[in-house]
T-cell receptor, first 112, second 115 residues
Framework: GESVGLHLPTLSVQEGDNSIINCAYS??????FIWYKQESGKGPQFIID?????DKRQGQRVTVLLNKTVKHLSLQIAATQPGDSAVYFC???????????FGQGTTLQVKP | EAQVTQNPRYLITVTGKKLTVTCSQN?????MSWYRQDPGLGLRQIYY???????DKGDVPEGYKVSRKEKRNFPLILESPSPNQTSLYFC??????????????FGDGTRLSIL
């Protein structure tokens, strides 16, 4: 069946360091892969996405890497700040139905 | 401000008492969806709608109903709530489903407790 999973439930980093959050997926048919950030008491917030025919996409302080060979997705956050503390979810999206399949989430803790 | 608004934000109720969670978006989005979020299970899709009068089941539709009579609203109805529907619910919308690249915007969630 379909599944999208994250390697680590919790990641703790020092403020100013770079963070890397990983995700493994199993469905090769999805057209888009998305990263969401969820802060306490709020809904998931879109960070960045990547089309399946790309292997890298950069945003402001964030980079998403897609390795289709090993079905691996990662989110890199440069110069991690306290405001980056949240739960991060990867998701894959069906281009036909818009359905999102979410991974379990990684909690990012930023130490001052 | 572009947003997805859910009401109520919190509700404690009893088994069998019908309830409706409203969802409204002001972005003229065609696509809307409901998810529930449970510890250890992540976010799972309940129902989705690609446009007015078009709805379809997600992964966990049992015990839920939805309607899409107008573009901006997508209420979630629990006709006879049961304790296993205690969860955190999110409504989301996006410009359109097909073609990808249209991020889903989420509401801030509705925490339901069914006693």
């Amino acid at each position: 069946g379909e599944s999208v999973g994250l390697h680590l439930p919790t990641l703790s980093v020092q403020e100013g360091d770079n963070s890397i959050i990983n995700c493994a997926y199993s469905n090769s048919a999805s057209d888009y892969f998305i990263w969401y950030k969820q802060e306490s008491g709020k809904g998931p917030q879109f960070i960045i996405d990547i089309r399946s025919n790309m292997d890298k996409r950069q945003g402001q302080r964030v980079t998403v890497l897609l390795n289709k060979t090993v079905k691996h997705l990662s989110l890199q956050i440069a110069a991690t700040q306290p405001g980056d503390s949240a739960v991060y979810f990867c998701a894959e999206r069906s281009s036909n139905t818009g359905k999102l399949i979410f991974g379990q989430g990684t909690t990012l803790q930023v130490k001052p | 401000e572009a947003q997805v608004t859910q009401n109520p934000r919190y509700l404690i109720t009893v088994t069998g008492k019908k309830l409706t969670v409203t969802c409204s978006q002001n972005m003229n989005h065609e696509y809307m969806s409901w998810y529930r979020q449970d510890p250890g299970l992540g976010l799972r899709q309940i129902y989705y709608s690609m446009n007015v009068e078009v709805t379809d089941k997600g992964d966990v539709p049992e015990g839920y109903k939805v309607s899409r009579k107008e573009k901006r609203n997508f209420p979630l109805i629990l006709e006879s709530p049961s304790p296993n529907q205690t969860s955190l619910y999110f409504c989301a919308s996006s410009l359109w489903a097909a073609g990808g690249g249209q991020p889903q915007h989420f509401g801030d969630g509705t925490r339901l407790s069914i006693l």
